[in-house]
């Protein structure tokens, strides 16, 4: 079942100004209710603005967006509902910390959900949990935190409210490669036992291939592709070719290539090249 829905969608910023521009450009797309999709683009390619229409944070230009089969913008819909449903959180989302405890920020979605007490405390925790916020830290202000701790207490708010759909806008950012790993694998643990549709941007063909079960490639405001991870690295030639970086095993995997060892073109993790090598050590091809 298609949990998202978007038919030519394009979105316009300053219109009717100088600096009219189209982010983006006649998007038609459906995500799969459960699907981890990685979102990848040059800065400037239309990530931010295609995932901000998916909550009603930006209202199409032209076309139609539909969660859970329901046109966001029809008469009968209930906008609020559609965020709801659609948890979007931004780059650098801890900027939007503001309560005197990790506990009360946390709470901030749920209680404006209008949820009880009871109800309100059980998310906070399991939230928390889920991002590795252990209960000592739930008195302490939010301001307190290590940079990656904040993020992951942003994160906790936005899953407290167990949005069927997470939308998280480069939730790696600027952290540490420890950092990086702490919240990626959260999320995609996250993603394995709740089941929760998952949009990650990332600017990261690394983690993209780690975690994403498929990946859309937005260039110039248009969808590239969207399709499973294999799929769009087997075209690794065109992402090249749209100026895109390809992992650095595919780079390695690209150079061999070159030099007459084919180990197919299909590599973008450490573990599926040495399988191959050891495949080609043995047979002198991997056919
Ligand atoms: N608030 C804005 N006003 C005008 N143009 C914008 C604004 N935000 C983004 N843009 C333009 O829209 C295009 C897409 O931007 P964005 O969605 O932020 O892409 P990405 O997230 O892939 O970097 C870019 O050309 C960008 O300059
Ligand atoms: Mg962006």
């Known amino acids: 079942m298609n949990i998202i829905e978007l038919k030519n969608i394009t979105y316009k910023y300053s ?4 600096f009219e521009a189209v982010a983006v450009d006649n998007v038609t797309l459906t995500v799969e209710k459960g699907e981890f999709c990685g979102i990848i683009g040059h800065t400037g390619s239309g990530k931010s603005t295609l995932i901000q229409h998916l909550n009603g944070l930006v209202k199409p230009t032209l076309g139609e967006v539909y969660i859970d089969g329901q046109n966001i913008w029809s008469k009968d819909t209930d906008i609020r509902e559609i965020r709801f449903k659609a948890g979007l959180v931004f780059q650098y989302s801890e ?3 503001f309560e005197e405890s990790v506990y ?5 979605g749920p209680k404006n959900m ?13 939230a928390a949990q889920s991002m590795g916020i252990g209960d000592e830290l739930l008195e302490r202000s939010p301001f307190d935190l290590s940079g990656g701790q904040k993020r992951r207490v942003a994160l906790a708010g936005v899953i407290a409210m ?4 997470l939308i998280l806008d480069e939730p790696a950012a600027g952290l540490d490669p420890i950092g990086r790993e702490s919240v990626l694998s959260r999320i995609s643990d996250y993603h394995k036992k709740n089941g929760t549709t998952i949009l990650l941007v990332s600017h990261s063909m690394e983690d993209i291939v780690k ?3 498929k990946v859309l490639v937005m260039n110039k405001g248009k969808v590239f592709c969207h399709a499973p991870t294999d799929e769009v690295f087997a075209r690794q030639d065109e992402i090249v070719g749209i100026g895109l970086d390809v992992p650095q095993i595919t780079k390695v995997t690209m150079k061999l290539k070159e030099k007459g060892i084919d180990l197919g073109s299909d590599i973008y993790t450490v573990e599926r090249a040495k ?6 050590k043995a047979k002198g091809s991997i056919c």
Request: glycine share 6%; charged share 35%; hydrophobic share 25%.
């Open 114 to 126: 209008g949820l009880s007490e009871e109800e309100t405390d059980k998310r906070v925790h399991y």
């Open 104 to 108: 009360k920020d946390i709470a901030y």
């Open 211 to 213: 975690y994403a079960e």
């Open 275 to 280: 399988e191959r090598i050891l495949q080609y």
């Open 95 to 97: 900027h939007q910390l």
């Open 15 to 18: 219109v009717g100004t100088p």
């Open 162 to 165: 167990e949005p069927e759909i």
